[in-house]
Nanobody
Framework: QLVESGGGLVQAGGSLRLSCAASGHTLSRNTMGWFRQAAGKEREFVAAIRWNDGFTYYADSVKGRFTISRDNAKNTVYLQMNSLKPEDTAVYYC?????????????????WGQGTQVTVSS
């Protein structure tokens, strides 16, 4: 089970940190990812992290502004979002995958959270 938190309303240029608490079969998850879905648009990849060594991968649109990290002891993945823009407004989803492969693709993930809303005002 994946549970996101930390969403909210922030002004452009501000920051938010999302959290994703993972429970259940944690050993079956090698990859954790963040996706987002804006109103009327497809769900898109944001960032991914490999659970065992912390290797990361980002979408070009967030590179340099967002940072994904994990806390193994807490079974939690974070998404630190800085320099937020109105176009970052979306529902953000945490997801888990068994292997590190095509981490930018929704179809690689087998477990999803319920999502948390992030709204960036201009």
């Amino acid at each position: 089970q994946l549970v996101e938190s930390g969403g909210g309303l922030v002004q452009a240029g501000g920051s938010l940190r999302l959290s994703c608490a993972a429970s259940g079969h944690t050993l079956s998850r090698n990859t954790m990812g963040w996706f987002r879905q804006a109103a009327g648009k497809e769900r898109e990849f944001v960032a991914a992290i490999r659970w065992n060594d912390g290797f990361t991968y980002y979408a070009d649109s967030v590179k340099g502004r967002f940072t994904i990290s994990r806390d193994n002891a807490k079974n939690t993945v974070y998404l630190q979002m800085n320099s937020l823009k109105p176009e970052d407004t979306a529902v953000y989803y945490c997801a888990a995958a068994l292997v590190w492969k095509a981490v930018y693709s929704r179809s690689s993930y087998n477990d999803w959270g319920q999502g948390t809303q992030v709204t960036v005002s201009s």
